[in-house]
């Protein structure tokens, strides 16, 4: 009975050992990029193309976007052709007023941001993206856009390249 055990255990591992290829590939960043496949990316200019216009916007999100792509895979930037190619600009960056008080004024004020990409996946076809992100985040009515507006946009920037990366590059 042990000897059996025991050959089980034996067969089982020798199984274990004899397969590395099925074992399951997992990373934390949600990428499911082939890399036998997937060597290069092409990341186009983000122009802002909204009617209102904040110039450092379009600088903060570009970096970002390709601060992310390089610390989450391992493809490298190109500026030519690519296996994929990220291109977009920046369509909506807007001022509303949120939780309106008693008085009728606003105690908040909601700044939002509006990006659309197209994703082309010059690899495998069906895998190609056109969709529009939208991000946003409240701020004290009291206080000016002037003095929040570049944490915002920072933190705004974040959150719409995760959106970004897990609808293409993330593969979700």
């Known amino acids: 009975m042990v000897w059996n055990k025991l050959r089980l255990i034996l067969v089982l591992a020798a199984a ?3 397969m590395p290829g099925c074992i399951p590939r997992f990373t934390l960043n ?4 082939d890399y036998t496949v997937y060597k290069t990316i092409h990341v186009s200019d983000f122009p802002i193309r909204a009617a ?3 110039p450092p916007l379009q600088q903060t999100f570009e970096n970002e976007l390709l601060d992310y ?8 930037t190109t500026d030519g052709a690519a296996d994929m190619q990220l291109e977009g600009e920046i369509t909506g960056y807007s001022l509303s007023p949120q939780a309106v008080t008693e008085d009728a004024y606003a105690s908040k004020t909601r700044l939002t941001i509006t990006v659309r990409v197209k994703y082309l996946d010059n690899k495998a076809d069906g895998k190609d993206v056109d969709q529009t992100f939208s991000a946003y985040r409240d701020f004290d009515a009291s206080m000016m856009l002037t003095d929040v507006q570049d944490e915002l946009c920072q933190e705004i920037s974040k959150e719409l390249v995760e959106l970004i990366f897990n609808a ?3 593969d979700w």
């Open 30 to 33: 949600g990428s499911a990029i």
């Open 69 to 76: 792509i390089t610390r989450n895979t391992r493809l490298q």
């Open 168 to 170: 293409t590059l993330g």
């Open 52 to 54: 209102l216009v904040y």
């Open 16 to 18: 274990f050992v004899a």
